[in-house]
Nanobody, 122 residues
Framework: QVQLVESGGGLVQAGGSLRLSCAAS????????MGWYRQAPGKQRELVAT???????NYADSVKGRFTISRDNAKHTVYLQMNSLKLEDTAVYYC????????????????WGQGTQVTVSS
């Protein structure tokens, strides 16, 4: 029904930048909130940043001032610009979206992408 596909991950040196993208496709009627989460080895998945349909944003304290979340509603896409990357930012990054499908227009389901690896080296 709905697929989320992330891209833009990779290997970067500490202090560098990466831009992640996540495009939603399928039987989309409306997308509400979108967000990025990450999971490092041996740790629980944690929130990185979220953005509402009206582009209000929220960030984890650990990324404030370094990461910027944005979205293009026409393209059903959410972005994460990551600057001043640190070793501790290494993780698999997942996007999430609250989507109402064309079949169930009044119900928002939570959808996840498959994840993209971000590795920050010293």
């Amino acid at each position: 029904q709905v697929q989320l596909v992330e891209s833009g991950g990779g290997l970067v040196q500490a202090g560098g930048s990466l831009r992640l993208s996540c495009a939603a496709s399928g039987s989309i009627f409306r997308i509400n909130g979108m967000g990025w989460y990450r999971q490092a080895p041996g740790k629980q998945r944690e929130l990185v940043a979220t953005i509402t349909s009206s582009s209000s944003t929220n960030y984890a304290d650990s990324v404030k001032g370094r990461f910027t979340i944005s979205r293009d509603n026409a393209k059903h896409t959410v972005y994460l610009q990551m600057n001043s990357l640190k070793l501790e930012d290494t993780a698999v990054y997942y996007c999430n979206a609250a989507v109402a499908t064309t079949t169930f227009r009044e119900r928002f389901g939570s959808y996840w992408g498959q994840g993209t690896q971000v590795t920050v080296s010293s």
